[in-house]
DNA sequence: CCCTGATTCGC
DNA sequence: GCGAATCAGG
């Protein structure tokens, strides 16, 4: 494979979303997470930082030489000693400068078209996995939505509209997005399914 | 162990 | 320019 416009501009754009270079590079295909971290690099587009370099280093000149401090020493006109803030929150006409990690709504970690997760009140599952999904949920590593890894299990648990909620997060099977447990009360046979008479 | 990006260096 | 190997960290 190699870099056309197209998939250079694929990485750019996942690139800026905060996506991680593996991500990116399962996204594009035939290149690994090094190929794309590379060239990222060669595109100059590593670090989304690094904004105007134009950075006295006002705090931190404090290292490297135990200089003592411009005690009165500068014709400085514009003292303002106590507002040194290191951060110049003056980007006017710039949107938010989120950091690399935005949960970024368009690629969700979480697959689509799975089937989803039984809702506290909907559905009916056998008491034996409901007792099971009971227990696994103890031991439940409470991953936060961007813990989560095509890896470990996304079983959602407790409100999302409240602190109390994370996903199961233990290894899942290989190829589904649960682990065992919750694979068990996600795809039931048919079969299985205690209905009413008949 | 899983993962992350950063860097090097032969190709 | 490319990216595997490696490094350094969480």
Redesign the pocket.
Known sequence: ???TDERVETLKRMWAEG?????IAKELGG?????V??????LGL??RNDEAEVKPAPAPAAEKRPEKKPAAAKPEPAPEPAAAKPEPAATPKEEAPQPAFTPSPRRPIVPAGQPLPPQPSANEISPEALASVREVEKKARKLSLMEL???TCKWPIGDPATDKFWFCGLPSQPGKPYCEAHVGVAFQPMSSRRDRRR
Do not use: D, F, L, P
């Open positions: 494979m190699s870099w996506q991680s270079a593996s991500a290149v690994t997470r090094n190929a971290i590379g060239k990222v690099h060669r590593s670090n890894t095509e890896r």
